[in-house]
């Protein structure tokens, strides 16, 4: 055989060689691109299940979060409420706590037991004790004898006044 067709031979047998590297070479390439991309599609769902399960918590926070609103204007309301029945009471009881103050002074002016001061001869059980720094009290005066009243006593109504008759006469 001829040097030439060992140079064919050897031309083509490198020429396979090349062909079947240049083939794995591109296989592997695949290989490793489609491995490659299986792990981007993985890292893409991975992704996106976590993108979903935040986007599921961020609407339950939001949700939370109109809930929490929505108690608060509630709470204010209430608020709103209590403070004003608060005042209502406070106005009652000083209408109240007014009432028993006319009472009492009523009572009081009405009391015979009672001095002008306001004060009973049995009030000093229940007077405090004097300091000790202060001087000893005076001697209480004797109750007077019988005081003319304060008030003077009613007119007497004209005489033939209508509707009204004389002691003297009885009709």
Do not use: F
């Not at 296989?27 to 979903?52: F, I, M, P």
């Not at 009881?93 to 001061?117: I, S, T, Y």
């Not at 009973?120 to 005076?138: C, E, I």
């Amino acid at each position: 055989m001829d040097t030439w067709i060992w140079i064919v031979i050897g031309v083509v047998a490198v020429v396979l060689l090349l062909a079947v590297v240049v083939a794995a070479t591109r296989s592997s390439r695949a290989g490793r691109r489609r491995k490659h991309d299986a792990r981007r599609r993985h890292e893409a769902a991975q992704l996106r299940d976590e993108a979903r399960e935040a986007t599921v918590a961020a609407r339950q926070t939001e949700a939370g979060a109109a809930a929490a609103r929505a108690d608060a204007e509630q709470a204010r309301l209430e608020a709103e409420r209590l403070e004003s029945h608060a005042v209502e009471l406070e106005n009652e009881a000083a209408e109240v706590a007014g009432a028993a103050e006319d009472r009492l002074a009523e009572a009081d002016r009405l009391d015979p037991d009672l001095g002008p001061d306001g004060t009973s001869p049995t009030d000093s059980a229940t007077t405090p004790p004097p300091p000790v720094d202060a001087p000893p009290p005076a001697p209480a005066a004797p109750p007077a004898a019988s005081a003319p009243p304060t008030t003077p006593p009613p007119a007497a109504p004209p005489a033939g006044a209508p509707g009204v008759a004389d002691e003297g006469r009885r009709p």
